[in-house]
């Protein structure tokens, strides 16, 4: 977690305890989404390759001015990789086009990096196309930025740690860190199991995909060995916005 300022723990503080789109009930059953941010390139090129060895698809937040750019001191995802990765299935999501911690951004600006993010993504993929899921760069969360994105997304994820049932805040869902950092010796059987047994929404979130001791990637067969225990388990692994749409189509 980055170092905040008191004005910036105070917005923080405020934006977490505002929930202003609850999910309205428990799933009908458990689920998993796998999603990536920033993104490194091995988050595709390793990643999606073992999603696709399992037939799955995940959700990758892409920030616009990543690309093809060296962040973090990792390559990052390449201007011709994101129809490929449309192409191969996977939902693209936003992520902010600068990268910028929605902490430091006015409304105006907030308002002008979601759009200048989306264009970005409508130029690639069509002008017909606009993200539907949203992560908060670093999980940083203004009530500014909160509100904008509970109006402009369907969902917007954060980097707080646990998973999501009836009630949970669709505009700061809650996640499973695999990076190397937080995820070294998690149990994920017994963690997909109780996602199972109780019918919650787990997210997986993911950086680079590789061998490196960098602190944002896990290694291949960490994600793999999670997914194993979550197609164990008998969850529905889908990305995001298709979770959405299951919880909130009517029955
Ligand atoms: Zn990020």
């Known amino acids: 977690m980055r170092k905040r300022s008191l004005a910036g723990r105070i917005s923080f503080a405020a934006a977490t305890r505002w929930t202003p789109r609850p999910l309205a009930a428990q799933p009908s059953r458990g689920f998993l989404s796998i999603t990536f941010d920033d993104v490194p390139r091995s988050a595709w090129i390793e990643g999606g390759a073992i999603l696709a060895r399992h037939s799955l698809r995940g959700t990758y937040y892409l920030s616009g001015d990543l690309c093809g ?103 700061q869902l809650r996640i499973l860190a695999i990076d190397n950092l937080f995820a070294k010796d998690v149990d994920w059987r017994t963690i997909f199991r109780t996602v199972a047994r109780d019918n919650l929404w787990a997210i997986i979130l993911a950086h680079g995909v590789d061998e490196s001791d960098h602190e944002f990637s896990c290694p291949p067969a960490r994600l793999d060995g999670a997914i194993r225990h979550a197609l164990d388990a008998g969850l529905t692994i889908l990305p995001v916005a298709e979770v959405m749409d299951h919880l909130t189509a009517t029955p």
Not at 126 to 148: D, M, N, W
């Open 69 to 171: 750019k060296t962040f973090e001191g990792r390559e990052q995802y390449h201007r011709d990789d994101v129809a490929d990765i449309a192409a191969a299935g996977h939902e693209i999501g936003s992520h902010l086009f600068h990268h910028l911690s929605t902490l430091t951004l006015s409304h105006s600006r907030m308002q002008e990096e979601i759009t200048a993010n989306d264009a970005f993504l409508a130029n690639l993929l069509g002008s017909a196309f606009r993200p539907r899921s949203f992560a908060y760069p670093y999980g940083e969360v203004s009530l500014t930025a909160k509100r904008l994105c509970s109006r402009h997304f369907g969902t917007s994820r954060s980097v707080q740690g646990g998973l999501n049932g009836a009630g949970a805040d669709r505009d």
